[in-house]
């Protein structure tokens, strides 16, 4: 792996710990009956306030007149909504794990949409992940609307994947971020104030932790992704899978049921080859 490359994978690395470490806040929120709504508006909405002052410049108001930037970030919606929905019901581990549709279809639509190239043994490979992913959700066989909601959001995550890369030459990482959290918190507005909680130290608490960490995360996937590639960063989402089983067992003590863990190490293993594939090269 040249030099390169393993800045990029260490920066999206830590990105993917954050992500779901916010997402646990937001569990904890959600499963306390406070609206994914509220949880989604106030993490752009601080997010912003917290990166604004770093981010503030000319060039990034500028970026909001490009409709490919308000798609990206509408699809970011969708996305954060989708995985809070389901994780008001359901394990962590378990929503991760079927919202691993998301780097399968960010590899599909990077290669056709952003003409990036194919590997034919990695697209197996996804297709090995899939089938653990299918072992997570359980289509027909104990599938929950949770779980339904969860692989809905890793649709929209890996539509959200391929976006970042599309957009990434449009401007710089924070001022692409900023854009992504002042478009969030402008669409999510109106729900959040309809669904506004008793704001207790507790809940402010856990506000602030779900949208720091969840705007450190991405910001990191953005600076990602402006080093490399989407289908070549891929592999790396699967580091999520880690952070999710553990926090799910740290904060709330759950374990995937038998067939979930399995599927889960599936996914986890798949996506593992997968960067071996990319890192190997024959001997000269």
Known sequence: MDRALLTAAAIMSLGMLLIPFGDTAGKMMTSAGIHPFFVAWT??????????????HYDAFQLL??????????V???????????????SIANVFGAFFLGPMVSYVLSIWLLKEQGNVLRILLLAIGLGGVFLVVKPGFGMTPGLAWAALSGCFYGMFLTASR??????????LLLTQLIIGALILTPLGLIHLPAIT????????????????????????YARAGASTLAPFV??????????????????????SAIGIAVIFGSGIATLFLRTSRPAP
């Open 238 to 259: 699967y580091v999520q899978l880690i952070g999710a089983t553990a926090y799910g067992l740290v904060f709330f003590g759950n374990w995937p049921d038998q067939i």
């Open 76 to 90: 970011q919606v969708f996305t954060i909504c989708t995985i809070l929905n389901a994780l008001s019901t359901e």
């Open 65 to 74: 007149k490009n409709w490919r930037i308000w798609l990206r970030s509408a």
């Open 43 to 56: 993490r752009y909405l601080i997010g912003m306030a917290v990166l604004l002052p770093f981010a503030f």
């Open 201 to 224: 130290p507790n809940v402010a608490g856990l506000v602030t932790w779900s949208a720091v960490a969840s705007m450190l995360g991405n910001l990191f996937l953005v600076f990602a």
């Open 166 to 175: 599309w957009v990434a030459p449009l401007g710089k990482p924070v001022h």
